[in-house]
């Protein structure tokens, strides 16, 4: 139960209660902690997805980062401090057998990964999906320096060689081939 608490403004916070007791308290002015960042990194790394993907026929090229998990617990969470740290995201859950409902966490647009990976960069270890996130993060301020520059919508406006090399790069992270190779495995599998 979602009550205001009687020391704070009704607009500023809410206290969850259980027994009259208080168990935790949100107030709506909390940016994220260095913790839950980090904490956010870590399932980032572990359990999401970094990268640059072809849309519309392959003429436009999309930033995602998505998380994945079959914990509920887990993806409310990792909500919960992407709104803290002001990073808007997308939830979708589907069935997924034999495991049960899978929930995913998508980030896109250009603002929203800038955003996300900047704050998570200064701690993030090298790692080949630090790598990739460093690729994306380039690629998104590249397309939005231009935006400064044009009155028409970013999608029109051609891609650079850097930006292209970026694209080519992150499409060929070793990361990338071998999730590519365990998909072929599988299939093999299955014929």
């Known amino acids: 139960m979602l009550e205001t ?23 709506d002015n909390q940016q ?9 990194l ?15 026929g392959g003429r436009v090229i999309h930033p995602l980062v998505r ?14 401090i992407l709104e ?6 997308h ?19 250009f603002m929203r990964i800038r955003t996300l990976l900047r704050l998570l960069m200064p701690e993030w270890k090298p790692s080949d999906k630090r ?4 690729r994306v993060l380039q690629f998104c301020e590249s397309r939005l320096s231009k935006r400064a520059d ?16 970026l694209y080519r790069l992150d499409r060929e992270s070793p990361q990338r081939l071998m999730s590519n190779r365990r998909r072929t495995l599988q299939l093999r599998h299955l014929a």
């Not at 998380?67 to 919960?80: E, G, K, M, P, S």
């Not at 939830?91 to 647009?109: K, L, Y």
Request: glycine fraction near 12%; charge should be positive; proline fraction near 6%.
């Open 5 to 27: 608490p009687r020391n704070a403004h009704p607009t500023n916070g809410t206290v969850e209660r259980l027994h009259g007791k208080v168990t935790a308290m949100h107030m």
């Open 32 to 40: 994220a902690t260095p913790f839950e960042l980090g904490w956010l």
């Open 42 to 56: 870590g399932i980032i790394e572990g359990e999401g997805c970094i990268g640059l993907y072809p849309g519309s």
């Open 67 to 80: 998380i994945t998990n079959t914990d509920q617990l887990l993806i409310a969470n990792a909500c919960r």
């Open 84 to 89: 803290k740290a002001g990073v808007g995201h």
């Open 91 to 109: 939830v979708r859950s589907s069935t997924f057998r034999p495991r049960g409902i899978r929930h995913d966490i998508s980030i896109g647009g």
């Open 131 to 134: 790598q990739r996130a460093e």
């Open 150 to 165: 044009i009155a028409s919508r970013l999608r029109k406006v051609p891609y650079c060689e850097k930006e292209l090399e």
